[in-house]
Every structure is written in structure tokens, then in C-alpha cells.
């Protein structure tokens, strides 16, 4: 007698129907959603969505760099990228000035642990330099979302990110950086009080943590 593999909630793509129950969510909250096919799509949407010469912070993310969006912002010499600028800057001597680059771009893209069908997004970090740009001080603010991130609630959310996520994300810091990674902030979006200024792009296939 042979047995199947259980599916995971948090690695298998969403279906179509929780996908727009989401997008839903998220349009009543007030943020612009989008579903698109693919990373591809994404990528492309990208590019229309932020003009030539923005200043654009990209957030760390798998999702961004398999996508090849990382690249395209930070490499691509169509935008102002900000995250080379910072690591371009002293540490020891402009801390200051690198907190305020990296918070006020017009742009900052990245992705989110998790989206909840009850219309939140869930984004958690070890050092926070993307936090202050997605809370609102971004003019600007664009997520990609893989599929198999929507899940149905804020518990589901905050299992998914210390239970898969954070392994994960661990196993990446120790490659890169030498160091363990870290939930040391956790923050939770409900709502985007501003219109037009949260775009999310929500994907029906998986892709990133």
C-alpha cells in the first residue's frame, strides 16, 4: 500500500478562489491588488508600474531575486536604486543618513511572509531596514506575493512565518552572511490608509520563502 504525501498549507499554491477572496480583502482595506499568472508577469508589471529615474529600495527577498526583479532595479541603471547607494555609505559614520535612504524612497519593493484572506500582510526582518518604508514612509509601496503565501488568517500568518519562514531564512543568513537570522520585528499591515500608495501583486504560482 503506498501513501501520498500530505500537501503543505504553506508551500503549495493557493487556489484561484482563496487567491481573489484575498485580493478582495486586501481592495477593502485599501490597497491596489493585482493578480497576475506568474514571476514573469510581475516582472514586467514592474516595469510599468515605476517610472525611470525613481528612487527604488528593494526589500531582501527571494521572491525578488529569483524573479530577476532585484537585478533589474539594482543593476538595471533605469532607476535610482537606493540599496547600492547605502551600501556604498560608511556604516560607522552615516548610519543616520543610510536609515534615511533606505525609508523614503519613492519606491520600495519587496515581498510578505504571508497575506491572510482577511486582507493583511505579514512581514518580518531581522534588522527592520525595510519596515519603515512598507509602515508608510515609502511614497511608494509594491509587494509580490507567491501563491503559496495566502493563507486564511493572522494565526496561519504568524505560524507561517516562525515554522517555514524563518528556517528557511536562517538556512539563507548563515550562507550569505555567516549568522543566524532573526524574527526581531514583526510587522502586520490590516489596512493602507492612503490610496494609491500599496500595490499588491499577487501571483497564482509559487515562488520565494
Known amino acids: 500500500m503506498t501513501t501520498s504525501t500530505p500537501a503543505s498549507p504553506f508551500t503549495d499554491p493557493a487556489p484561484a478562489q482563496r487567491l481573489e477572496r484575498a485580493a478582495a480583502a486586501l481592495s477593502e482595506h485599501g490597497f491596489a491588488v493585482e493578480i497576475l499568472a506568474d514571476a514573469a508577469a510581475a516582472r514586467t508589471r514592474i516595469g510599468q508600474l515605476i517610472p525611470e529615474g525613481a528612487s527604488v529600495f528593494t526589500g531582501a527577498s527571494e521572491t525578488l531575486r529569483l524573479s530577476g526583479i532585484d537585478d533589474d532595479i539594482n543593476a538595471g541603471g533605469r532607476y535610482d536604486a537606493v540599496k547600492p547607494r547605502g551600501l556604498g555609505m560608511d556604516r560607522a559614520t552615516q548610519m543616520r543618513e543610510i536609515w534615511g535612504l533606505l525609508s523614503t524612497p519613492d519606491v520600495i519593493v519587496?515581498?510578505?511572509?504571508?497575506?491572510?484572506?482577511?486582507?493583511?500582510?505579514?512581514?518580518?526582518?531581522?534588522?527592520?531596514?525595510?519596515?519603515?518604508?512598507?509602515?508608510?514612509?515609502?511614497?511608494?509601496?509594491?509587494?509580490?506575493?507567491?501563491?503559496?503565501?495566502?493563507?486564511?488568517?493572522?494565526?496561519?500568518?504568524?505560524?507561517?512565518?516562525?515554522?517555514?519562514?524563518?528556517?528557511?531564512?536562517?538556512?539563507?543568513?548563515?550562507?550569505?552572511?555567516?549568522?543566524?537570522?532573526?524574527?526581531?520585528?514583526?510587522?502586520?499591515?490590516?489596512?493602507?490608509?492612503?490610496?494609491?500608495?500599496?500595490?499588491?501583486?499577487?501571483?497564482?504560482?509559487?515562488?520565494?520563502f
Do not use: F
Open 110 to 208: 519587496g515581498s510578505a511572509a504571508a497575506v491572510t484572506e482577511t486582507g493583511s500582510l505579514v512581514i518580518a526582518s531581522a534588522s527592520g531596514s525595510q519596515l519603515p518604508g512598507y509602515a508608510g514612509a515609502a511614497a511608494h509601496a509594491i509587494w509580490i506575493v507567491g501563491a503559496q503565501k495566502v493563507v486564511p488568517d493572522l494565526p496561519s500568518a504568524l505560524r507561517r512565518v516562525e515554522e517555514h519562514c524563518l528556517p528557511l531564512e536562517n538556512d539563507r543568513a548563515m550562507k550569505v552572511y555567516g549568522q543566524p537570522s532573526a524574527i526581531n520585528r514583526l510587522l502586520v499591515l490590516n489596512a493602507e490608509p492612503v490610496p494609491g500608495r500599496g500595490t499588491v501583486l499577487l501571483l497564482r504560482e509559487a515562488i520565494g
